[in-house]
């Protein structure tokens, strides 16, 4: 068994490529039609097919229960271009226990989208702003191995 990827059915495939292009930076790499496979491994489904497929009309957006995950090196930047792009926040944004920043957004048709900081670039954001690899450790929750392996490196 090989999990391939994940499908999202969308009710208007050209603004989903345009916002997944724009906000995200995926790119199409294969075009069906009725289904297109981005970079990063997601396949949009036409709403339409979605529905032939498994046989009801009964598809619900916006359940808020499950999300796709995204890393961000440079988050400052990536927040900035949200602002830009209108995106609709699911909140603003967070700063977990551990020091990484978070934000989720909804796309058009209401799937949720958590974009977190790289955690290297949480270390090294920590290290930059004066603690001790001992200390970025302890407050990440991470092994001093890891906080020493992104001493110097870039994410």
Not at 26 to 40: E, S
Not at 60 to 86: A, P, Q, T, W
Request: negative net charge; aromatic residues 10%; charged residues 30%.
């Amino acid at each position: 068994m090989k999990f391939k990827n994940p499908l999202l059915a969308v009710t208007d495939m050209e603004r989903s490529v345009q916002f997944y292009k724009q906000v995200l930076g995926l790119h199409k790499i294969m075009d069906f039609g009725a289904n297109v496979t981005l970079t990063g491994g997601i396949a949009l489904q036409t709403l339409d097919t979605w529905r032939g497929f498994i046989g009801t009309d009964q598809v619900e957006f916006g359940s808020n229960d499950v999300e796709f995950y995204f890393e961000e090196d440079d988050f400052d930047e990536f927040i900035e271009s949200l602002r830009k792009h209108g995106v609709v926040l699911v909140h603003p944004v967070k700063e977990h226990a551990w020091g990484q920043r978070v934000v989720r957004f909804y796309d058009p048709d209401r799937h949720m989208i958590e974009v977190g900081e790289n955690m290297k670039a949480v270390c090294r954001r920590f290290l930059d702003g004066g603690m001790t690899p001992e200390q970025a450790a302890e407050r990440m929750d991470v092994p001093l191995k890891f906080v020493r392996a992104c001493m110097g490196k870039k994410a």
